[in-house]
């Protein structure tokens, strides 16, 4: 068998170098592996998984033929289904194996993504520390199955291996393989081999050259490309602008008289109060009218006191408070007018009234045509080397 494995290798390797370029060389490379093994038996397969290692050396001699020496290690386990019962033991297992890169031997593009990888090789494997079955509480007759201290024996493997671009010094795999032991591997005796499946993931670092050297020949070609521009558009666009307005405004205000001391009642307040607003409203106009009880004196003196109330009101304003006196009208109307018929003595009073203009600001929206900057897309067509 192993002799007609090395045939079919090395007729591979001779047909497979003829047909690469003479530029390849050969690389090697270090890997390190972790993942889970699970080693069959008449046993729950979630309760047999256990963790487990590798480290290998390989080498390819073209860019499909490659070798490796791969050692994988750690715990394996086995039980009996029946009794519930499972037990590990440690194992070893050193191989040399044959790599063929399938993608390069159907492929030319070497620097493809990834490369599956089809392997098979043949090795020893070593178990021992079997001491947890030996001390399993089970039936007298399934203890001679198992190995006293350490067991050698037979390893044949076939597998399947995904790694990255070979052509970078850092790669990363993913592997599956399944190993053929020797019957009594797992302590029980079947007449037929024992099966060991692993799957791992893997680190690799590569040395020396890695593919076929590529030669850059220059390409110049035309493409058409867009190129964003400002330039000035003009639109309608919204904006707000003020608009003064006149807006009409009153004043209303009282002054109230005692009997027979009207000429000692100081109404300087309501005075300053109708004085700013005539200063505020230039445009103003005010009018002062007095007025007179009806229950006191008679019609002759109460309109001569009407008239002396608005007459002090307005001369007040003017050599008080600096106002126009051209704004303001005058009138009395003595008692032939009771603007408060319910209360007698209220009737002795000014009662002052003016109307004006102000200046409201108020901001209407309008459209305007503006000149504004603007991204507008163009083509253009340049030259590039490649």
Not at 26 to 48: C, F, I, R
Not at 101 to 118: H, Y
Not at 224 to 242: G, N, Y
Not at 289 to 310: P, S, W
Request: hydrophobic letters at 35%.
């Amino acid at each position: 068998m192993k002799k007609t494995m090395l045939a079919a290798s090395m007729l591979l390797m001779g047909s497979v170098a003829m047909a690469q370029s003479q530029d390849w060389k050969s690389y090697s490379y270090v890997e390190a592996q972790g993942g889970l093994q699970l080693t069959s038996t008449n046993a729950p397969m979630d309760k047999l998984i256990t963790p487990t290692a590798a480290l290998s050396f390989g080498h390819y001699f073209t860019p499909v033929v490659g070798a490796r020496l791969h050692v994988n290690a750690w715990e394996s386990k086995s039980g009996f289904a029946g009794l519930d019962k499972y037990y590990k033991w440690n194992y070893v297992t050193p191989d040399l194996d044959l790599m063929v890169n399938l993608s390069n031997l159907f492929g030319s593009n070497q620097s493809r993504a990834l490369n599956v990888i089809l392997l098979g090789g043949v090795g020893l494997n070593y178990a021992w520390g079997n001491d947890e079955l030996k001390d399993l509480s089970v039936a007298p007759q399934l203890i001679p199955l198992a190995w006293d201290d350490d067991r050698l024996s037979h390893n044949l493997r076939a597998g399947l291996r995904l790694e990255t671009n070979q052509s970078k010094p850092l790669g990363l795999s993913l592997e599956l393989n399944a190993n053929s032991l020797d019957d009594r591997f797992n302590s029980k005796i079947n007449d037929a081999d024992d099966w060991q499946f692993t799957a791992m993931l893997g680190v690799s670092y590569r040395f020396g050259y890695k593919g076929k050297k590529q030669v850059h020949v220059p390409v110049t070609r035309e493409i058409e490309e867009s190129v964003w521009e400002e330039v000035p558009v003009k639109q309608m666009v919204k904006e707000k602008r003020p608009v003064v307005k006149e807006v009409p405004v009153k004043l209303h205000k009282e002054v109230f008289y005692a009997i027979r001391i009207s000429d000692n009642v100081d109404p300087s307040v309501i005075q300053r109060e109708v004085a700013d607003f005539m200063k505020k409203n230039p445009s103003s106009k005010v009018m002062i009218v007095g007025y007179a009880d009806k229950g006191t004196g008679n019609a002759r003196l109460n309109q001569m006191y009407a008239q002396k109330r608005a007459e002090t009101f307005k001369n007040d304003l003017v050599e008080k408070h600096g106002c126009n006196a051209d704004m303001i009208i005058i009138d009395s109307k003595g008692d032939t007018v009771q603007p408060f018929p319910e209360d007698n003595d209220k009737n002795r009073c000014v009662i002052i009234d003016a109307e004006g203009k102000t200046q409201q600001t108020e901001y209407e929206e309008v459209e305007v045509e503006k000149t504004v900057m603007q991204k507008v897309e163009k083509k253009v067509k340049r030259t590039i080397t490649e």
